[in-house]
């Protein structure tokens, strides 16, 4: 399926659907619905009764086995995944997984047509896998189509985007998402579609919901014994430090907005905490603040003791909030 703020796109890609390069790099904001939008081309790719519209037909032999996930020529390069989605581990598309089609793809198609490599996230491939995939790039077997999703493509190789045709997906409208998520009927919709940036598709966890809301009130009304608490209660939950750097910058962010007198971006529902945090705060602080946090963004993801970083930084903020 194609989300409806797609539709325009895939009518403009279809119009020249003849006109196909060998690479695509779509292009998005993260929970926007692109891997729904890969998805959807790669089945009408290999739809060997392609309708009106190339839309894929669902009812040939190809259609029936991409959507049970066993197309022969259909080859998906994706991080390899745990079950509990808690991982403390950055998750990488590493060259293994991209040495296993280079032979396969050198080979004919098993049914005759075209063949398609859907890689997503294109910015988890790490450094060997991206070289790998370079040099097919460079050298692409005959009838075959990579497609590439990539979230931020600032961080794909430049090398590999100047061999991609790029196709930016934009997000929904604010109203669009809203809507959307309202009809999934999750609780406090609004203010989840503000914290996840109106990116509709995000993955709801209560859990996390409420492990966040714990630390909003901590961080409006902070405390030396409720920051040794809740960093066992973070700890607890087998978070990555990398969860609660993304919670703390989005205050930050709401804070120096609310310094400035203008509306909060993520947590609006605490716009009354964080006014009152602005008029006591100093905004060279926040910014001092804010580079220690970003300090420790390339450590997101390490098996380092989160429960000691957490206490930490909370204490920085406890100091910060007291203008020492």
């Known amino acids: 399926m194609i989300y409806e703020w797609h539709q325009p796109i895939w009518h403009k890609l279809t119009a020249h659907w003849d006109n196909q390069p060998n690479a695509w790099l779509l292009v998005g904001k993260q929970n926007t619905g692109k891997t729904a939008f890969a998805q959807h081309f790669v089945q009408a790719l290999l739809c060997e009764t392609p309708q009106n519209g190339h839309e894929p037909c669902g009812v040939c032999p190809s259609c029936h086995l991409f959507e049970q996930q066993a197309h022969p020529d259909f080859y998906r390069l994706t991080p390899e995944d745990n079950d509990d989605g808690n991982s403390k581990k950055l ?109 509709p598709l995000f993955q709801h966890q209560a859990e996390q919901t409420q492990l966040r809301n714990q630390l909003l009130d901590l961080l409006s009304q902070p405390r030396l014994l409720g920051i040794l608490d809740y960093a066992a209660e973070f700890d607890k939950a087998k978070l990555p430090l990398a969860t609660l750097l993304d919670w703390l910058s989005k205050w930050l962010i709401d804070l120096g907005l609310a310094q400035q007198h203008i509306a909060a971006l993520y947590y609006p529902q605490r716009a009354a905490n964080l006014n009152k945090l602005a008029q006591k705060t100093h905004a060279a602080a926040l910014f001092r603040f804010q580079a220690a946090l970003n300090a420790l963004a390339p450590y997101g993801h390490h098996s380092l003791n989160v429960k000691m970083q957490v206490e930490d930084l909370l204490c920085g903020y406890l100091a910060f909030t007291q203008n020492k």
Do not use: W, Y
């Open 91 to 199: 998750l990488q598309i590493k060259i293994d997984t991209v040495r296993q089609i280079l032979e396969p793809l050198h080979q004919t198609s098993v049914r005759g047509g075209r063949r398609v490599v859907l890689i997503n996230p294109a910015e988890g491939l790490n450094t060997q896998a991206a070289n790998a995939l370079l040099k097919m790039l460079e050298e692409p077997p005959e009838s075959v189509i990579f497609l590439l999703v990539a979230h931020n493509r600032d961080r794909v190789l430049p090398t590999i985007k100047s061999r991609c045709r790029q196709l930016i997906l934009p997000a929904p409208s604010v109203q669009a998402a809203l809507n959307f998520v309202q009809q999934q009927n999750l609780p406090d919709a609004e203010n989840l579609l503000a914290f996840h940036s109106h990116a």
